[in-house]
């Protein structure tokens, strides 16, 4: 059978050799618009087609808009976000609770979807590299170091997806070629490691700096901090640490020889313009979801951060589903001072856009004014004591998102947000654990100029003396608890905390311990250890 490509959307039927696709997935279906890639590849336009295929597929589990991708997973374990049921709203099987409890087994069905959706990310990055590795350059127009770039690109794509899915699973197989094995061996957590660790530092160097003809793809910027977080967990994903190679990784983007938006990255001045609908400049972007309302490809965060009278109350287009909420511990987190608590939350009394009208409720506070609080209980029924849990939310419980501010519906950049992959906050963040880790757990002074330098944004000029950190007030701990302010809502909570020793033994909100080190990585799906009779379940399920 002749291979093909599909153009329209890019829809290829793939594999990587493991049952990544639904078992719905027919081989021989009728395919449309079909295009054989020996008659594919005439120019340069045809070749970035293929390249950003595995791009375009990146934001189905990277990004927040799905209840089942790499996000749902990383912030529904974690103690700072949460999916309650709300009377009768959002039990869902029990998905969300036995995520908030670490009490899911081989059968869930997001899970399954993650491995899917992440998979199949690997699957077209793979065919791309096969393919654009055959090319002859100058037959479609590009000089030999342009595609030599857009090879490095792919590569280094794939050492993100490979980052991602040891991040989740551990012990997976490691599939270059598409369909090649067929059904290919489970490879140790640390064979898996040294293969992102080789495919990044081989090709990271290769890419270009960062510039804004990048955005949407992945420059220098990139690479090194998908290389400064991969030697971050090392000592936890291969049993060695890397803190050296870590703060040499942050330090290619610190001092700006990896590119940047504006020639090298930036701090914000502010906590809000990283996140605005304006960011896709942002001085701070790394690598960005390259999101765009006016060019068709709109990011739907909203759905699963919002509630259900968010156009009211912001003059927006959309609402929520109230699926997400903030824990309540996790909202006290920040102090009153903390501009970050008032920025980035929707809280407290809602009223209609510019007027002091309250929106009213229209579950347990049906006709009463609409109050976000928090707790998660059952107030209504004069419950105002207890912890509440994860089973006794209201239609009002909890703190909700508004870190992207998609502006209102007359604005002209009305959701034109991009999503922050990498930001350069986090590389502040990156060294000074680093550093912190090299030196017994201790705060130096520029651990703590680093972190001062970020958490200086939250706080006015007045307040900032007795909010600022000195070498004995940031202690490890607190570096945790401050990158838990700081990143709330990104996507990064449940690798955080694995790493500081707390995912198995803390305890937040309405989850206990379970004290077992092996809920650290997921179980391999059933469908999926069903597919693939090589594939080796991960201990303890």
Known sequence: MKSYIRKAIGLLSLTVGIGTLNSCTKLDEKLYSELYKENFYKNRTEVLQSALRPMTHLQSWIAPIRGDGYYYHAEMSADQLAWPQKGRHAYDNGDHIRQHYHSWTINEGRLNNAWVGMWTGLGYTNAAIEDLEKLDATAVGMTAAELKVIIAELHVLRGFHYLKLVDMWGNIPIATKVGLPKNPATASRKEVFDFIKTELETYVPQLAPYSEALIGRIGQTGGYAMLAELYLNAEKWAGTPMWDQCIAACDKILSGTAGG?????????????????????????????????????????????????????????????????????????????????????????????????????????????????????????????????????????????????????????????????????????????????????????????????????????????????????????????????????????????IRFGRFTKGSWWDHTPTNDTRREIYPIPFRQMANNVNLVQNPGY
């Open 261 to 497: 938006l504006g020639g090298a990255p930036k701090l914000a001045s502010n906590l809000t313009t990283t996140f605005s609908n304006t960011n896709r400049t942002a001085s701070e972007a790394l690598f960005q979801f390259a999101y765009s309302r006016k060019g068709g490809f709109e990011w739907q965060w909203i759905v699963l951060h919002g509630f259900s009278y968010m156009n009211d109350v912001l003059d927006v287009s959309y609402e929520g589903n109230n699926a997400y909420v903030v824990t309540p511990p996790a909202f006290n987190a920040y102090a009153e001072n903390d501009l970050r608590k008032k920025e980035w939350f929707l809280f407290g009394p809602q009223y209609k856009y510019g007027t002091t009208t309250p929106v009213l409720g229209s579950e347990e506070y049906s006709g009463k004014p609409f109050i976000l609080v928090n707790s998660i209980r059952r107030e209504s029924e004069g419950d105002l004591t207890t912890a509440g849990g994860m089973t006794k939310g209201e239609e009002n419980s909890g703190a909700r998102f508004n870190k992207y501010k998609s502006g209102r519906i007359s604005d002209a950049n009305y959701k034109e947000n991009q999503f922050m992959i990498y930001r350069l906050t986090e590389i502040y963040f990156d060294k000074a654990e680093a550093i912190m880790r090299k030196n017994g757990g201790v705060a130096t002074q520029e651990a703590v100029g680093l972190i001062n330098e970020s958490r200086k944004r939250a706080f006015t000029a007045q307040d900032w003396e007795a909010a600022k950190y000195t070498t004995t007030s940031l202690t490890m701990d607190e570096l945790l608890a401050e990158k838990g302010r700081e990143f709330i809502f990104e996507g990064k909570r449940r690798t955080d905390i």
